[in-house]
């Protein structure tokens, strides 16, 4: 794995881990994935591909060795996986960050305008997400992710899709989030959840990614609501958070009976996998979170 050597003595320093990084990978991804038409570039392009697919390979690597030894004492058996994977709501990293209970207590206006730039400057779209994620899964996976898009999309419903809801927050804040003025932990997570769930040798890690967020979700979204609602922003402004309270709970129900449980059932290998996508996804969100702390404390 390439590594930079850290001056300052004790490790090597990622050269993933910092703005330029994860501001090149942030605009790959968004230019690559945007609905476009043909090119007379198009093999120049593929080339650029290449060398960024194989930069990001090697970023979600470095990300893996971090919580590979965890992720090994997940149990392979669905029960005892599961078990573990539900107690990552208490014992993975960044819960109970004490960033929630500030925002939702202590935070000002200003305070909750930059945080909110971060979080939707460094949003990868969930529906997005379960959407790449759910190609040629195992059936009863695959309509689990179905349902749940389908709830993300409003069921068909402008007017309840997810992510309309929080540009309606963006707008009614006046908020400008750009790549390149969000910090590299937002970005990082954002680019590690968009590179899971496109590659598919990190498919089921994808589904340990996705499902970790409905499991924690709710209690973050949850101080996020309160923090709004302290500070007068109208219901239909916070609804994204209000909603997002609630009704995660009963997707990661599901998500864990009827996506997770079945996949490790059918083949064990893939509890590994599944553990790695959802410390993976923990460890860029405490990350997040310490960063936000020190912009918005120190």
Same mark, same amino acid.
């Given at each position: 794995?390439?590594?930079?050597?850290?001056?300052?003595?004790?490790?090597?320093?990622?050269?993933?881990?910092?703005?330029?990084? /994860?501001?090149?990978?942030? #605009?790959?991804?968004?230019?690559?994935?945007?609905?476009?038409?043909?090119?007379?570039?198009?093999?120049? +392009?593929?080339?650029?591909?290449?060398?960024?697919?194989?930069?990001?390979?090697?970023?979600?690597?470095?990300?893996?060795?971090?919580?590979?030894?965890?992720? $090994?004492?997940?149990?392979?058996?669905?029960?005892?996986?599961?078990?573990?994977?539900?107690?990552?709501?208490?014992?993975?990293?960044?819960?109970?960050?004490?960033?929630?209970?500030w925002l939702a207590e202590k935070a000002g206006?200003?305070?909750?305008?930059?945080?909110?730039?971060?979080?939707?400057?460094?949003?990868?779209?969930?529906?997005?997400? =379960?959407?790449?994620?759910? =190609?040629?899964?195992?059936?009863?996976?695959? !309509?689990?992710?179905?349902?749940?898009?389908?709830?993300?999309?409003?069921?068909?419903?402008?007017?309840?899709?997810?992510?309309?809801?929080?540009?309606?927050?963006?707008?009614?804040? /006046?908020?400008?989030?750009? +790549?390149?003025?969000?910090?590299?932990?937002?970005?990082? !997570?954002?680019?590690?959840?968009?590179?899971?769930?496109?590659?598919?040798?990190?498919?089921?890690? $994808?589904?340990?990614?996705?499902?970790?967020?409905?499991?924690?979700?709710?209690?973050?979204s949850a101080a996020t609501a309160a923090g709004?609602?302290?500070?007068? +922003?109208?219901?239909?402004?916070? #609804?994204?958070?209000?909603? #997002?309270? =609630?009704?995660?709970?009963? #997707?990661?129900?599901?998500?864990?009976?009827?996506?997770?449980?079945? !996949?490790?059932?059918?083949?064990?290998?893939?509890?590994?996998?599944?553990?790695?996508?959802?410390?993976?996804?923990?460890?860029?969100?405490?990350?997040?979170?310490?960063?936000?702390?020190?912009?918005?404390?120190?």
């Amino acid at each position: 794995m390439a590594t930079l050597f850290d001056p300052r003595g004790h490790r090597p320093a990622s050269q993933f881990l910092n703005d330029d990084f /994860q501001q090149g990978l942030a #605009h790959w991804n968004r230019q690559r994935l945007a609905p476009s038409l043909p090119s007379d570039d198009w093999q120049l +392009i593929l080339d650029g591909d290449a060398k960024m697919l194989r930069l990001e390979g090697a970023f979600l690597e470095e990300l893996r060795a971090e919580i590979a030894e965890e992720a $090994a004492a997940a149990p392979c058996t669905p029960e005892a996986f599961l078990a573990w994977f539900e107690g990552l709501k208490r014992t993975g990293p960044g819960q109970d960050d004490p960033l929630f209970p500030w925002l939702a207590e202590k935070a000002g206006l200003d305070d909750f305008r930059w945080f909110l730039t971060q979080e939707a400057a460094g949003e990868a779209g969930f529906d997005d997400l =379960v959407a790449c994620a759910q =190609v040629k899964l195992p059936a009863r996976a695959k !309509l689990e992710l179905a349902r749940n898009y389908w709830d993300e999309m409003g069921r068909g419903n402008f007017k309840g899709m997810h992510g309309p809801m929080l540009d309606a927050l963006v707008t009614a804040l /006046q908020l400008d989030p750009r +790549i390149d003025t969000t910090v590299w932990e937002s970005l990082a !997570l954002a680019n590690a959840m968009t590179a899971m769930a496109t590659t598919r040798r990190y498919a089921f890690h $994808a589904i340990g990614a996705l499902g970790v967020i409905e499991l924690t979700a709710p209690g973050r979204s949850a101080a996020t609501a309160a923090g709004l609602r302290r500070l007068g +922003i109208s219901g239909k402004d916070r #609804h994204y958070f209000d909603l #997002h309270a =609630v009704l995660d709970v009963r #997707h990661s129900e599901a998500w864990n009976e009827e996506a997770i449980g079945p !996949l490790v059932a059918e083949d064990p290998r893939r509890a590994t996998a599944i553990a790695e996508g959802a410390l993976i996804r923990l460890a860029c969100g405490a990350r997040c979170f310490a960063r936000y702390r020190q912009e918005l404390w120190g």
